[in-house]
């Protein structure tokens, strides 16, 4: 991003708001950054982290794909760059109440902001085998999706599922056999995150926000995209792909307008031939890190 004095940038994702101190600090001493998050509680955490920086830290609650929303209500009509470091933070998977962790006992909610649509525990009681299926397989790639969904509705029918434990016991049943002995990922991983995934919009928000992030780039500005699934990181090379002048084809979860679409003008270069990765270094460090993907795109031309 190369951040700079007097740029303006937007962090979609501002979690805890240490990629917003690390902009704020580049940028000095003018440099501002408008930072957004969906979960009122990260927000508030990141607007006490980044209480030293004063006015020039605009914390907000809300959700990014509104952005040109967001801006216009600061006054801002451009920025210098953006930012989404997507998924699950570490704040939210060692907050046993919000019911996202596997291992974690409080209740099955799973919202990052809990004022706002279905919980994760109103979809496992309520919805209909097929539909939990469906979810399974198409958000989380769980490819024993039916027996998942088998095993929650037979569950359910001898008493409601309460909590993330409770859930995760389910799941491990009916896709692993009730074995401990998986080598890798926990058998309930991808259960789990496909309903995250669906009780928070994901991929739609995420779909709906790239088109809309080229309206607020600044010419020679830089989007950067941090993806931990493999359909968020499809959706954001799709994106890309369309937006520099170049046909995708990635199927179901690209833009609005089909495959095979190209943009009348070029709206975007790609700067990451391939996505970047973490180094074996940095796996070491922070085991979260090792399915990160990350993507960078320069605005160029004008809007069509």
Do not use: C
Request: no cysteine; proline share 4%.
């Amino acid at each position: 991003m190369r951040p700079s004095d007097g740029g303006v940038y937007f962090d979609g994702t501002v979690g805890e708001g240490g990629h917003a101190g690390a902009i704020l600090e580049a940028s000095a001493p003018g440099g501002r950054v408008i930072g957004v998050d969906l979960d009122p509680e990260a927000a508030k955490t990141a607007a006490g982290r980044l209480s030293p920086w004063g006015e020039r830290a605009r914390i907000i609650h809300g959700n990014y794909k509104d952005i040109v929303d967001i801006l216009a209500a600061e006054g801002v009509s451009k920025v210098d760059g953006i930012l989404l470091d997507l998924g699950l933070g570490s704040h939210q998977l060692s907050s046993a109440e919000r019911g996202f962790s596997i291992d974690g006992g409080g209740p099955l909610d799973m919202r990052y902001d809990r004022g706002v649509g279905l919980s994760a525990k109103e979809v496992v009681n309520r919805f209909p085998k097929r539909e939990l299926e469906r979810i399974f397989r198409e958000l989380g790639e769980e490819r024993r999706a039916r027996a998942a969904a088998r095993g929650i509705v037979n569950a359910r029918e001898r008493g409601k599922i309460e909590n993330a434990e409770q859930l995760s016991r389910i799941v491990v049943r009916a896709v692993a056999g009730g074995s401990g002995g998986w080598k890798k990922i926990h058998p309930a991983t991808r259960v789990f995150m496909a309903l995250r995934i669906y009780v928070n919009k994901e991929l739609k928000n995420l779909e709906e926000f790239l088109p809309a992030a080229m309206t607020v780039l600044k010419e020679g500005g830089v989007i950067v995209v941090i993806s931990f699934h493999s359909l968020e990181d499809r959706i954001v090379k799709t994106a890309f792909r369309r937006l520099s002048g170049r046909g995708d084809g990635e199927g179901r979860y690209g833009l609005d307008g089909g495959p095979g679409e190209r943009s009348v003008e070029p709206l975007v270069s790609i700067l990451t031939k391939k996505p970047i990765t973490p180094t074996q270094d940095e796996v070491r460090e922070n085991r979260r890190a090792r399915s990160a993907k990350l993507r960078v795109a320069r605005r160029t031309g004008h809007e069509n």
